[in-house]
Structures are given as structure tokens and as C-alpha cells.
T-cell receptor, first 116, second 114 residues
Framework: GAGVSQSPSNKVTEKGKDVELRCDPI?????LYWYRQSLGQGLEFLIY????????KSGLPSDRFSAERTGGSVSTLTIQRTQQEDSAVYLC??????????????FGPGTRLTVT | AQTVTQSQPEMSVQEAETVTLSCTYD???????LFWYKQPPSRQMILVIR????KQQNATENRFSVNFQKAAKSFSLKISDSQLGDAAMYFC???????????WGAGTKLIIKP
């Protein structure tokens, strides 16, 4: 079946503009995660969804970052008034329900965001 | 707080030889999982192998195996018969058993010499 997909693959934006990053999880996966990977770094957790709700938003770096998920499927990560330090690869992952115990995270190819 | 450390920023190995990537972690939990992920230039993070902390037997997946030393909090990845397609960033990750959140190491860049 199809894996996790993300769009756009690459995004270049001017400082101060808003951007939306999209994630389509694997069908049937109820949990969805967003991570940020800065150049040469490991992954930084941003937020996760169980269904449409986000129990943990503690990783969002500032109030310029927000995310939503609709219909238990597609998720959008929005960054308002982008700054140069927002430049990074944004990775999305999905997994089966947390309640099932074994919940491998499957990753998408990421969106490379460049803020000029 | 849990931490994951990969002390080798870069490793290189001759094609067909064996290489070991190091990972140590710090936790006071007894129930947890450890993972190795591979990230090729395509950026997609791919699960290579995982280990449940309660299992004494080291996990193996084809040419990939781990040396899990629970007391030492060490979780190294051995790649046998290295192939050009193994060239990638390798990340070690930890997850507490009851939690969803993955804690990541900084990664090791693996270079395969033909």
C-alpha cells in the first residue's frame, strides 16, 4: 500500500510569509507525528495526533507554529511569519493506534523548507 | 530525562566489510524500545531494526544485527557485507514503553568505499 506522503517536497519562502506543509498518513494509521530536522541534526519532536486531537503540543517551538488534522487523516503544519531559523526538513510519520502497543512509526520523505 | 548519544559523526567502511555503529542511551526506565533508522539522501527515514528492552536476545534483520548491552546502556548496530546502498545517515532512537515519543541521537554518516 501507499506510504506516508508529504507535500510540497521543497518550499522556498521569504521571511515573514506563512507556509503550510501537508502530510498524508498511511491509511488506517490513527497516530500522526511531526518532527523537525535541522541541518546535520537528529529529529526534534514537534507534535503528535491521536485521531484528530493533539494531546501533546509541547514540542512546538513557538506560537507561530500550529497543526491540525481533519477526518483522522490528512494533517497540516502551519508556520506563520516564517523566520530564517525555521529552515529545516519537516518530517511526518504515522503509526497504528497507540493502544495496540506495537506502534512503529513510518516516515514520509519530508518537506525541505528554506526561508530566505 | 532520557538521552541518546551517537559518538561517531562519520564512519567509513570498504564495500563487503563489516562496520559497527555505536549508540548509548541514558534512562531509568525498565520498559523501553530501541531503534536504528536509516536516512538515505532521499530523506525518508527507514526503520532498520528494533530491540525490546525485555528481550535478552539481540535482534537481527538479514545483514543487520545489534549488540544490546542493557546494563551498559549500549545499543550498537553491526552491518555485515556492507553494500553501496547502505550509505546513509544512521540514527539511533529510544522510546519509553508507555510513551509514543522517540528520542533521537544526532546520527552517524556511513560512507561505503567501493
Amino acid at each position: 500500500g501507499a506510504g506516508v506522503s508529504q507535500s510540497p517536497s521543497n518550499k522556498v519562502t521569504e521571511k515573514g510569509k506563512d507556509v503550510e506543509l501537508r502530510c498524508d498518513p498511511i491509511s488506517g494509521h490513527t497516530a500522526l507525528y511531526w518532527y523537525r530536522q535541522s541541518l546535520g541534526q537528529g529529529l526534534e519532536f514537534l507534535i503528535y495526533f491521536q485521531g484528530n486531537s493533539a494531546p501533546d503540543k509541547s514540542g512546538l517551538p513557538s506560537d507561530r507554529f500550529s497543526a491540525e488534522r481533519t477526518g483522522g487523516s490528512v494533517s497540516t503544519l502551519t508556520i506563520q511569519r516564517t523566520q530564517q531559523e525555521d529552515s529545516a526538513v519537516y518530517l511526518c510519520a504515522s503509526s497504528l493506534s497507540l493502544s495496540l502497543g506495537i506502534y512503529e512509526q513510518y516516515f514520509g520523505p519530508g518537506t525541505r523548507l528554506t526561508v530566505t | 530525562a532520557q538521552t541518546v548519544t551517537q559518538s561517531q559523526p562519520e564512519m567509513s567502511v570498504q564495500e563487503a566489510e563489516t562496520v559497527t555503529l555505536s549508540c548509548t542511551y541514558d534512562t531509568s526506565e525498565s520498559d523501553y524500545y530501541l531503534f536504528w533508522y536509516k536516512q538515505p539522501p532521499s530523506r525518508q527515514m527507514i526503520l532498520v531494526i528494533r530491540q525490546e528492552a525485555y528481550k535478552q536476545q539481540n535482534a537481527t534483520e538479514n545483514r543487520f544485527s545489534v549488540n544490546f548491552q542493557k546494563a551498559a546502556k549500549s545499543f550498537s548496530l553491526k552491518i555485515s557485507d556492507s553494500q553501496l546502498g547502505d550509505a546513509a545517515m544512521y540514527f539511533c532512537a529510544y522510546r519509553r514503553g508507555s510513551n509514543y515519543q522517540l528520542i533521537w541521537g544526532a546520527g552517524t554518516k556511513l560512507i561505503i568505499k567501493p
